[in-house]
């Protein structure tokens, strides 16, 4: 199993709407996209981050895997 396309599609997505958001910042800069930000880009963002580390820690154990098996180690 491959994780890299994977992950390097969710790593583009979040890096686009990280900056997206940011730019939003120009024409729209009250309570309530504070609030947005809060309560919505934030925990989005960080479950992105949180699969990003989940996708890495399971690449490591599925090539740990693929060379015990292959190799019998």
Do not use: N
Request: charged residues 30%; proline residues 1%; negative net charge.
């Amino acid at each position: 199993m491959r994780f890299g396309t994977t992950r390097s599609q969710m790593y583009d997505a979040q890096k686009t709407a990280r900056a997206k958001w940011e730019a939003s910042q120009d024409g729209w800069d009250d309570e309530v996209r504070r609030a947005h930000g809060e309560s919505t880009v934030e925990p989005l963002d960080a479950a992105v981050s949180d699969a990003l580390r989940a996708i890495d820690q399971l690449s490591v154990l599925f090539t740990q895997v693929r060379q015990e098996c292959e190799f019998g180690s």
